[in-house]
């Protein structure tokens, strides 16, 4: 007879066999699971655990410091702040390979925890133990596809693209659950609903919805129009229908017209989609009148953009992300 309780208190003996004695690093992101993965390793080890928030700048508007006070006001977890925006935008600069950004990404993270871990060293020693809140998607996606032949869709950041070389062992406690039986687990150690409802939001972050290559002026102007179609969403109560929403900055600029003058800027593309676990996915279907109103926000709020569209394509065989 399996419950949710049963599976935490397994959960937590396996990661107490696991690390014995020794310190663990939790990357955090603000997302539901390495928010679910932090609070289990929190039960499991208490203050041998340190959580670090990687803000890399490719994060969505306000979501740093919304991470940062929501997890300082409801828990006691010591929680790292590593603003490493700099180095990840500098070397991501220009980049337009989907794959070339997951790994490059993938090596960053490793190279902050382990500057971090070396900070956090207790008598010269260092975190022994790295925890990510991969899930079994994450695990199926990045090896083979739904049954398929066995191709590498997308190299998640946090199962295959990181590197070999990493000195710190993985720990993963979320490695067999699907995102919705993460959500139950959270409910289960009491994590507060605003974490558990939290759409999903991938580690590689914007980079990945800036195809044709990531600038600092791009970011910026897809944290704007992002931020304003989640914020439409909330105001006509859709955020907990959909499984995942945002905006895609797209490298193809068009003409148009703004008062008497010509423009000439980018494209930003809305995905929004159903889902139960992220394998397959509906497109959301919208009313128009939400679209345009939407549209019309973005076009009239961020510079940089004199066009919408709606994507309408379901998963498969569109990915839920455009990269
Ligand atoms: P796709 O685009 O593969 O996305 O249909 C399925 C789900 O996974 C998220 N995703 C990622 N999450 N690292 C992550 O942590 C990644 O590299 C990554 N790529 C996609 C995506 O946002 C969706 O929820």
């Given amino acids: ?108 993270f490793i190279d902050v925890f382990e500057a971090e871990a070396k900070k956090l060293a207790v008598d010269g020693k260092t975190a022994e133990f790295l925890a990510q809140g991969t899930l079994y998607p994450d695990v199926i996606e990045s090896v083979s596809f739904a049954g398929g032949p066995s191709v590498t869709i997308k190299s ?64 910026e102007i897809l944290r704007e129009a992002d931020a304003i179609y989640l ?9 907990d229908a959909i499984w995942q929403a945002f905006a895609v900055l797209l490298p193809v600029q068009t003409v148009g017209v703004m008062g008497d003058g010509r423009t000439y800027e980018f494209v930003c593309a809305l995905r929004a989609v159903t889902s139960v676990d992220g394998m397959t996915a509906d497109f959301y279907p919208y009313d128009m009148d939400f679209l345009g109103r939407t549209a019309t926000r973005i076009i009239n709020e961020v510079r940089g953009i004199n066009r919408v569209v709606y994507d309408v394509t379901s998963k498969p065989p569109g990915t839920i992300e455009w990269e």
């Fill in 231 to 239: 914020d439409e969403i909330r105001k006509a109560g859709l955020y």
């Fill in 1 to 108: 007879d399996w419950t949710m309780a049963a599976y935490r208190d397994q959960a937590i003996a396996a990661i107490r066999e696991k690390v014995g004695d020794g310190h663990v690093i939790c990357g955090l992101s603000g997302g539901v699971d390495s928010s679910v993965a932090a609070v289990l390793l929190h039960e499991a080890i208490g203050d041998r655990l340190t959580c670090i928030l990687v803000d890399h700048g490719l994060m969505r508007k306000n979501e740093a410091t919304e991470v940062l006070e929501l997890f300082r006001e409801h828990y006691n977890i010591p929680l790292v702040h590593a603003d490493v925006a700099d180095l990840f935008i500098d070397a991501l600069e220009g980049e337009a390979d989907p794959e070339v950004k997951r790994k490059t990404i993938g090596k960053l």
């Fill in 156 to 219: 998640h950041h946090n199962v295959g693209g990181l590197p070999e070389r990493m000195n710190m062992q993985l720990v993963e406690p979320l490695r067999e659950l699907f995102k919705d039986e993460v959500r139950e687990l959270g409910r289960e150690l009491g994590l507060p609903e605003r974490f558990i409802g939290r759409h999903p939001f991938p580690g590689p972050g914007l980079a990945i919805r800036c195809p044709g290559g990531v600038t600092r002026d791009k970011l």
